[in-house]
């Protein structure tokens, strides 16, 4: 008995071992400078000379600033071009592709999909500006087509600049949402299918009462995934349109590096990072439990 014991206690001490060097980073590269970035946020700095104790006044310009807000709406915004396309279009992709499994042109929407999750954000950015400029291909097909009246800059003006970012963002987590999405639909039983489509039921309704409730938690994962995204948006932003026209398409992440590099205000950009933080936070957990899976 005490030798069972014995050997249980140094199997978790092994256990404990091997999670050490992974804890050890994870404190060194995510805790500690979590903790330091709480700590400037409560500075006033430069991020050069002596730190002035600031209390919550940072806090307090995150949220009265009008530009400093806006960016964290703007990033609210994004969510919708970010997370709902992706998982909406997602599904549907997926589910026509299931259907067509059996071809090769399905390997090949496969493949087409995703590739533009392989290709590097800034590649991507540079492309689509590429696209959007008042001379553009997007403007280009615009005017073959009889809609020349509608053509403009689209990532150069206030009403347009921060939808173009939010089309190029829904493009790039496209092929992601839709290959997790594929890759839940090839677990459902397909003896479901065949019983409803013996019953009588249609696409529409395999869709709605057999493919949406088996995908809970793929969904869950791709809303997750993608809303992080949009509120930790910084790349495509910064290489189309650097928070412009003025600060129509500003976000967070790039306000951040802004107020840190390039205007010296550690303390405020520390702010709005722990603010960043906790908003993250805030959606990705109630998603993940809504979604979670309540049959074990």
């Known amino acids: 008995m005490k030798a069972a014991v014995k050997r249980r206690s140094g199997s978790r001490w092994a256990g404990w071992l091997f999670v050490l060097p992974a804890a ?43 530009d400093l807000f806006a960016a964290i709406l703007n990033a609210i915004k994004l969510i919708v071009f970010f997370s709902a396309v992706p998982v909406v279009l997602g599904l549907a ?8 499994a059996a071809s090769r042109l399905a390997l090949v929407a496969r493949t087409v999909i995703f590739l533009p999750q392989v290709i590097p954000l800034v590649a991507a950015g540079i492309t689509w500006s590429w696209l959007l400029s008042s001379t553009g291909l997007v403007n280009q097909l615009l005017t073959y087509i009889g809609l020349e009246k509608i053509t403009r800059a689209w990532l150069g003006e206030f009403s347009t600049a921060l939808p173009a970012v939010g089309v190029i963002g ?3 987590l496209l092929g ?9 639909m090839s677990k459902i039983d397909p003896a479901l299918y065949e019983a409803a489509r013996l019953d009588g039921a249609g696409p529409l309704r395999e869709f709605v009462s057999i493919t949406l409730p088996s995908l809970r938690q793929e ?10 995204a949009a509120l930790a948006s910084f790349d495509i932003v910064y290489i189309s349109t650097q928070g412009g026209p003025g600060n129509a398409s500003m976000v967070p992440g790039l306000e951040i590096y802004y107020l840190a590099f390039s205007e010296r205000q550690v303390g405020v950009a520390s702010a709005l990072a722990v603010v960043l ?7 990705a957990l109630p998603i993940q439990w809504l979604t979670r899976d309540r049959s074990s």
């Open 93 to 100: 992709i997926a589910a026509t592709i299931r259907r067509i």
């Open 24 to 66: 050890a980073f994870y404190v060194v590269f995510v805790i500690q400078p979590l903790a330091m970035t709480v700590q400037y946020s409560l500075y006033s700095w430069d991020g050069i000379g002596v730190a002035t104790w600031n209390g919550v006044q940072n806090y307090l310009r995150v949220f009265t600033d009008p």
């Open 170 to 172: 829904a493009w790039v």
């Open 277 to 283: 933080t906790v908003l993250v936070i805030a959606c």
């Open 176 to 184: 992601l949402c839709t290959l997790l999405l594929l890759a839940g």
């Open 219 to 228: 969904i869950g994962v791709c809303v997750t995934v993608t809303v992080v």
